[in-house]
């Protein structure tokens, strides 16, 4: 019921090309989703995220893409670019109080020129 | 300095030896985290403090002993690690765990290695 399940575990995609990474989850009192970017010697650093009460939030190239009914949550990434190569962490919550956010276990997204 | 900062960056431990990981953050937060992370594994919240009171020990072994002397800084003391405690340390502070761990502001990582 806690845990976040993320595929896929690694992905390749050409310069300009649409990366999609899928994330889905149980618990239905989960109520903020963001998606966390890492960079390899950095920490996670929270890149988007989403609430349940809207179906897709867009910043500049990166949509989240929320389907309640079905507990899925996506990434997308429009015209990736080799600088966007970096780890993709989604994760999930219920907000408000003294709870722990729960990670999936991260893609590994590699965007070759 | 900004944000929040750790050290050492790197660090290669026998089994017998004592070390110190260190944290600080330069946020204002009042709440401060230390999480493991493995390869192809979630990240792990281990322990977190609010207000310098610790509220969560997620079952961690006792050769992981946090301290917390105030909201800005954050120590986990390792003695007698095993070869699987190798995994990157990240520390993450947030204004105040009563809110939430929506705000989350990780640190670098310390890549831990014990031979």
């Known amino acids: 019921q806690q845990q976040v399940k993320q595929s896929p575990q690694s992905l390749i995609v050409q310069k300009g090309g649409i990366s999609i990474i899928n994330c889905a989850y149980e618990n239905t009192a989960f109520d903020y989703f963001p998606w966390y970017q890492q960079f390899p010697g950095k920490g996670p650093a929270l890149l988007i995220a989403i609430r349940p009460d809207v179906s897709e939030k867009k910043e500049g190239r990166f949509t989240i893409s929320f389907n309640k009914s079905a507990k899925q949550f996506s990434l997308h990434i429009m015209d990736s670019q080799p600088g966007d190569s970096a780890t993709y962490f989604c994760?999930?919550?219920?907000?408000?109080?003294?709870?722990?956010?729960?990670f999936g276990a991260g893609t590994r997204l590699a965007v070759h020129p | 300095e900004t944000g929040v900062t750790q050290t050492p960056r790197h660090l290669v431990m026998g089994m017998t030896n004592k070390k110190s990981l260190k944290c600080e953050q330069h946020?204002?937060?009042?709440?401060m985290y230390w999480y493991k992370q493995s390869a192809k594994k979630p990240l792990e919240l281990m322990f977190v403090?609010?207000?310098?009171?610790?509220?969560e020990n997620n079952s961690v072994p006792s050769r992981f002993s946090p301290e917390c002397p105030n909201s800005s800084h954050l120590f986990l003391h390792l003695h007698t690690l095993q070869p699987e405690d190798s995994a990157l340390y990240l520390c993450a502070s947030s204004p105040d765990r009563g809110q939430g761990d929506e705000k989350l502001f990780f640190g670098s990582g310390t890549q831990l290695s014990v031979l």
């Open positions: 403090y609010n207000f310098k009171e610790q509220t």
């Open positions: 946020l204002g937060h009042n709440a």
């Open positions: 994760a999930a919550i219920n907000s408000g109080g003294y709870n722990k956010l729960i």
